[in-house]
């Protein structure tokens, strides 16, 4: 099963399975699938929005799953590509926002509409997703420093939330959707935080620890 730890490595295989999700939908409307024809903005609208939502769960996954299988390689595998997906969320949301613009019919019923606490949410988790995709080059964590970056990509986990919310809220009830998409997220993020605070509550083995110096 070695292939399983090499195909993740591959930059190609991610950016074919991230692509993916955003061709899928030329299927249906190609095969004029009635009820996908009987609205295609609200299809594409809902759609990419979906698939922002997975592939920001996603990255999400990705340190924590670093944290409870150090030696796995498919988690060190999928942590090359934390950037790549996180940025990738961005642009499907940034999809999602476009079809959203298009399916209210231009700005006026847009802003008028985006006094609904859902919208709102979207639009936050929009501009999150802005700010972290402006700031994933090395250039701007060289400029932030390595502490107040990771202090700003935090906000990612501000995003989940929003998303959670406003995917639920969108169709007026709880979709089973979005529990599988963020609950074993919330499972291994709790699982990380218990793993992490045994690590250091752990006592130090007697043979680890440094000698105390001899007083000459």
């Given at each position: ?11 190609i295989f ?10 899928w ?7 004029q699938?009635p009820t ?6 609200k ?6 929005g ?27 595998a999928?942590n ?5 997906v ?9 999809l999602h926002?476009m ?11 847009f ?6 606490p859902?919208?709102?949410a ?19 964590v060289?400029?932030l ?11 990612a986990y ?10 639920a809220?969108?169709r007026?009830?709880?979709p ?6 963020f ?8 699982a ?10 752990r ?12 007083q000459?």
């Amino acid at each position: 099963m070695r292939w399983l730890e090499q195909l993740p490595r591959s930059k190609i295989f991610v950016v074919v399975a991230i692509a993916l999700p955003g061709l899928w939908p030329a299927w249906p409307i190609l095969r004029q699938n009635p009820t996908v024809m009987a609205d295609p903005g609200k299809y594409l609208l809902h759609h990419f929005g979906f698939v922002a939502c997975i592939l920001l769960a996603t990255v999400l996954t990705f340190t924590p799953l670093r944290v409870l299988f150090p030696t796995w390689g498919v988690a060190q595998a999928l942590n090359r590509h934390r950037r790549l997906v996180g940025v990738s969320a961005f642009v499907y949301a940034a999809l999602h926002l476009m079809f959203q613009f298009l399916h209210e019919d231009g700005w006026p019923t847009f802003w008028k509409d985006m006094r609904k606490p859902f919208l709102l949410a979207g639009m936050g988790i929009f501009l999150i997703l802005l700010i972290l995709a402006a700031t994933s080059p090395n250039a701007a964590v060289r400029w932030l420093g390595g502490k107040r970056w990771k202090r700003l990509h935090r906000l990612a986990y501000v995003a989940a939330l929003l998303a959670a919310y406003h995917q639920a809220a969108a169709r007026k009830l709880f979709p089973i959707q979005v529990l599988w998409i963020f609950v074993p997220l919330g499972i291994l993020e709790v699982a990380r935080v218990v793993r992490q605070r045994i690590q250091k509550t752990r006592p130090i083995p007697a043979h680890a620890q440094a000698p105390t110096p001899v007083q000459g």
